[in-house]
């Protein structure tokens, strides 16, 4: 079985610009995540999804992030314009369904650098 | 409003040995799933275990075992007969009910290391 997928793997980019971040889930999976990890820290809930639609959005900066899974299957995480204490590792992950007992996997993740 | 706690930054340990990562948490919730996840150097987050908060027995996976202590709201990992490959941050998470407000949430982190 695939895992999850997750492109690119690394972006350098300058304060202000706009970028975006693909992730794929694994097959069959309805629940969607995206999460933040700042060197040092744990990872932090961005957005979750249920199948296309928004379940928590709540630790999202709406100003700045948005995210989108129009189809219920893949999912696209966007920053504009991108400030320094953005760089960080942007994790997706996905799990079958969103009950206590399930375990999310994990894709390698998109490392952002903002100079 | 949830929390995890974990009190140790870092640990060394020397191979073969066992060890204990620190987990402590806070929820209102009366049911909640806590897992540990490994993350090596290369990135990627590896689930290693479950527990349920109704769940009788300690979760057990292969080396990994997990001390539940409901009362004392604890849930610390234990690797038995570590190995090099060991070597990496460690995360305890908690989520809860999916009908709550309740959200998904990580740990600092512990990172652990092994002394051959």
């Known amino acids: 079985e695939a895992g999850v997928a997750q492109s690119p793997r690394y972006k350098i980019i300058e304060k202000r610009q706009s970028v975006a971040f693909w992730c794929n889930p694994i097959s069959g999976h309805a629940t969607l995540y995206w999460y933040q990890q700042i060197l040092g820290q744990g990872p932090k809930l961005l957005i979750q999804?249920?199948?296309?639609?928004?379940?928590?959005d709540s630790q999202l900066p709406k100003d700045r992030f948005s995210a989108e899974r129009l189809k219920g299957v893949d999912s696209t995480l966007k920053i504009q314009p991108a400030k320094l204490e953005d760089s960080a590792v942007y994790l997706c992950?996905?799990?079958?369904?969103?009950?206590?007992?399930?375990?999310?996997?994990f894709g390698p993740g998109t490392r952002l650098l903002v100079l | 409003a949830q929390k995890i706690t974990q009190t140790q930054p870092g640990m060394f340990v020397q191979e073969k040995e066992a060890v204990t990562l620190d987990c402590t948490y806070d929820t209102s919730d009366q049911s909640y799933g806590l897992f540990w996840y490994k993350q090596p150097s290369s990135g990627e987050m590896i689930f290693l275990i479950y527990?349920?908060?109704?769940?009788?027995q300690n979760a057990t996976e292969g080396r990994y075992s997990l001390n539940f202590q409901k009362a004392r709201k604890s849930a610390n990992l234990v690797i038995s007969a570590s190995q090099l490959g060991d070597s990496a941050m460690y995360f305890c998470?908690?989520?809860?009910?999916?009908?709550?407000?309740?959200?998904?949430?990580f740990g600092s982190g512990t990172r652990l290391s092994i002394r051959p």
């Open positions: 992950a996905s799990s079958l369904e969103r009950g206590i007992w399930e375990t999310q996997y």
């Open positions: 527990q349920g908060s109704y769940d009788e």
């Open positions: 999804f249920q199948n296309n639609g928004v379940v928590d």
């Open positions: 998470a908690m989520r809860g009910r999916y009908s709550s407000a309740s959200k998904i949430i």
